[in-house]
C-alpha cells in the first residue's frame, strides 16, 4: 500500500507559511496589549501581574511572555505572534496526525489517506476562525494543551495507563491556568473517565490520577493564590463578575442568550469558517444515512466524547455576555477532531464522497480567502511592512521624538515596541481605565485602579515623556485633554496615531 502522508505534509507545510504570514499581516487587537505589557513588566522591571498591578488574566501567561521576552526586547509583537502562531500550528498538526493514524490500515483508500487529509487540512487551515489564533492573546497556547489532553483521553479509553492519565489532567490545569475560561471543560474531560472500556475499579483509579494531574498543574493558580489570595479574588473572579460585567450592560455591549445564539451563528456559518463545519455536516448526514454496521460499540464512546468536548466548547463560548470571534477558535479545533472520528465509521462510498466534498469546500475556500489573506498578497506584492514589523517602527518614532521615559498611554504595544516605558497601572490597556467608575473606592486605592478622574493626582509626581493616543478612540479623549492643559504639542505618527510631545 502506498504511502501518501509525505503530500499530506507537504500541503501542511504550505498551509503552515501561508498562515504565518497571515498572521503578521493581521491588524492589531487592542486584547493583545495587555498581554504583552504585562509580560515586559516582568521581563523589564520584575513586576509581577496581581501582586504588583492590577491585572484581570491568569497571571501565569504573562510568564509566559516574559520569558520569550528575555530573548529580544525589540520586536515583541512579532515575537508573541510567532509564539502563538507555533501554537496555532502544534494544533494543526495533533488533528492531522491523529487522522492520518485513524486511516492508516489496508482498509482505507486513496482518498481517506490523501483526499480527505488535504480536504479537512484546508476546509480548517485556511479559516478566519484558525487565523485569530496568530493574535497575542491567550487562546492559542492554552488550547494546544486542552487539545492535547483531549487526544491522550480519547486514545486510551480501552488502556489502563494512569501515567498518560495524569498527564492529560496535567495539562488540561495547565490550560485553566493559562486561561480560566477553559474550566468548564473539565465537565466532558473528566467525565469521560467513566466511560472507558475498562472495569469500574480501574476507571476510578484513572479518574484519581486525572485529579493529581490536575493538581500539578494548579501550581501556579495556587502559589499566586497563597501569595495574595484577596489581590487573586479581585483580578480574576472579583472584577469580571461584579464590575466589568456592569459596565458591559450599562454600555450597551452585554448580550442576552438569543443575541449570543446569533452570533455564534455568524462566526461560525457567516464567515469562512463555513466551509470546514460544511464538511463536518457532510460527514454527520452521510454518517447518518450511511454508517459502517460495524461501527457499534467500542466506537461509540469515540465520536459521543468528541462530540461533548465539542458541545462544551460552545456552552462556554455562550456563557460570555460579550462574544467575539475568537471565542469560536477552539471549537473550530474541536470539530475539526469530531471529524476525524466520524469518518472513518463510514462505508467505503460514503468516505469517498465526504473526501472528495471536503476537498471541494477547501479549493473554495482558498479560491475565496478572506480579507485577511487578501492583505497578505498585497503586503507581498507592494513590499509593504506587515503589521507586526509595522508596530516596531511605530514605537521607534516614539522613542525618536520622546526620547527615554514612561509613556502615558492606554496603548501599551507601540512605546514599548520602541524602548520606552509605561506606567504599571496601564498595563491592562483600557480596561482598567475603563471601569474605574464601577469599582469601590477601597479596590480602587488597595490596587491602583486609575481612571480619567484620578489623571491629575496620579501624574501630580510624575513627568511622562510623552502622550501616546488613537487607538482608543472615546477612552483616550480624556488622556488628551490632560496633555492639552498640561502644555503637550500633538504630532502625528507613522501610523496616523498622536503623540504628545513635553514642553
Known amino acids: 500500500m502506498r504511502n501518501y502522508n509525505k503530500i499530506v505534509w507537504l500541503v501542511f507545510g504550505l498551509t503552515s507559511i501561508t498562515l504565518f504570514c497571515a498572521g503578521l499581516a493581521l491588524r492589531l487587537d487592542h486584547d493583545e496589549a495587555q498581554f504583552i505589557a504585562s509580560g515586559h513588566m516582568i521581563a523589564s522591571q520584575n513586576r509581577h501581574p496581581i501582586l504588583d498591578f492590577v491585572y484581570y488574566h491568569q497571571p501565569l501567561y504573562s510568564y509566559v511572555y516574559a520569558l520569550i521576552f528575555q530573548l529580544s526586547s525589540d520586536y515583541l509583537l512579532l515575537l508573541a505572534?510567532?509564539?502563538?502562531?507555533?501554537?496555532?500550528?502544534?494544533?494543526?498538526?495533533?488533528?492531522?496526525?491523529?487522522?492520518?493514524?485513524?486511516?492508516?490500515?489496508?482498509?482505507?483508500?486513496?482518498?481517506?489517506?490523501?483526499?480527505?487529509?488535504?480536504?479537512?487540512?484546508?476546509?480548517?487551515?485556511?479559516?478566519?476562525?484558525?487565523?485569530?489564533?496568530?493574535?497575542?492573546?491567550?487562546?492559542?497556547?492554552?488550547?494546544?494543551?486542552?487539545?492535547?489532553?483531549?487526544?491522550?483521553?480519547?486514545?486510551?479509553?480501552?488502556?489502563?495507563?494512569?501515567?498518560?492519565?495524569?498527564?492529560?489532567?496535567?495539562l488540561f490545569a495547565l490550560a485553566v491556568a493559562l486561561r480560566a475560561s477553559l474550566a468548564p471543560m473539565v465537565i466532558p474531560l473528566f467525565g469521560a473517565l467513566f466511560f472507558y472500556s475498562l472495569p469500574f475499579s480501574k476507571r476510578l483509579r484513572l479518574a484519581s490520577h486525572f485529579v493529581i494531574g490536575c493538581l500539578i498543574g494548579s501550581i501556579p493558580v495556587f502559589s499566586f493564590m497563597l501569595t495574595d489570595f484577596d489581590a487573586f479574588y479581585f483580578n480574576i473572579i472579583q472584577f469580571h463578575t461584579d464590575f466589568d460585567e456592569q459596565y458591559l450592560f450599562d454600555q450597551g455591549r452585554a448580550s442576552e442568550l438569543p443575541e449570543r445564539l446569533g452570533l455564534a451563528w455568524k462566526y461560525l456559518m457567516g464567515t469562512n469558517n463555513l466551509y470546514m463545519i460544511l464538511s463536518i455536516v457532510l460527514i454527520s448526514v452521510l454518517l447518518i444515512a450511511r454508517r459502517k454496521k460495524s461501527s457499534t460499540g467500542d466506537t461509540a464512546f469515540r465520536y459521543w466524547f468528541s462530540f461533548s468536548v465539542f458541545a462544551m466548547s460552545i456552552v462556554s463560548a455562550l456563557t460570555k455576555n460579550v462574544t467575539f470571534h475568537q471565542y469560536y477558535y477552539l471549537p473550530l479545533m474541536l470539530v475539526a477532531i469530531l471529524g476525524t472520528e466520524l469518518y472513518p465509521l463510514l462505508t467505503r462510498d460514503a468516505r469517498r464522497i465526504a473526501a472528495f466534498g471536503a476537498l471541494g469546500f477547501g479549493i473554495a475556500l482558498l479560491i475565496d480567502g478572506s480579507s485577511s489573506y487578501k492583505r497578505m498578497v498585497r503586503a507581498l506584492e507592494s513590499d509593504d511592512s506587515f503589521f507586526a514589523l509595522q508596530s516596531a517602527e511605530e514605537g521607534s518614532f516614539i522613542y525618536e521624538e520622546a526620547g527615554s521615559g514612561a509613556i502615558l498611554t492606554l496603548s501599551p504595544i507601540f512605546p514599548l515596541e520602541g524602548g520606552n516605558s509605561i506606567y504599571p497601572e496601564f498595563v491592562t490597556s483600557p480596561f482598567a481605565y475603563r471601569t474605574r467608575d464601577y469599582i469601590p473606592e477601597k479596590y480602587r486605592k488597595q490596587y491602583h485602579v486609575i481612571g480619567e478622574p484620578d489623571l491629575d493626582t496620579f501624574l501630580k509626581d510624575k513627568t511622562p515623556c510623552a502622550v501616546y493616543t488613537g487607538w482608543e478612540k472615546k477612552h483616550d479623549k480624556g488622556i488628551e485633554d490632560w496633555a492639552c492643559r498640561n502644555g503637550f504639542e500633538c504630532t502625528e505618527t507613522p501610523m496616523g496615531k498622536k503623540l504628545w510631545l513635553k514642553p
Open 81 to 170: 505572534r510567532a509564539f502563538c502562531g507555533i501554537s496555532v500550528l502544534l494544533s494543526l498538526r495533533l488533528i492531522v496526525s491523529h487522522l492520518l493514524h485513524n486511516v492508516k490500515n489496508s482498509s482505507f483508500a486513496l482518498w481517506d489517506q490523501l483526499i480527505f487529509p488535504i480536504g479537512l487540512l484546508l476546509s480548517l487551515g485556511l479559516t478566519s476562525g484558525i487565523l485569530r489564533g496568530f493574535t497575542a492573546w491567550n487562546h492559542a497556547f492554552p488550547s494546544f494543551l486542552l487539545l492535547a489532553s483531549h487526544l491522550i483521553l480519547l486514545k486510551n479509553h480501552r488502556h489502563y495507563i494512569p501515567q498518560k492519565i495524569v498527564l492529560s489532567g496535567f
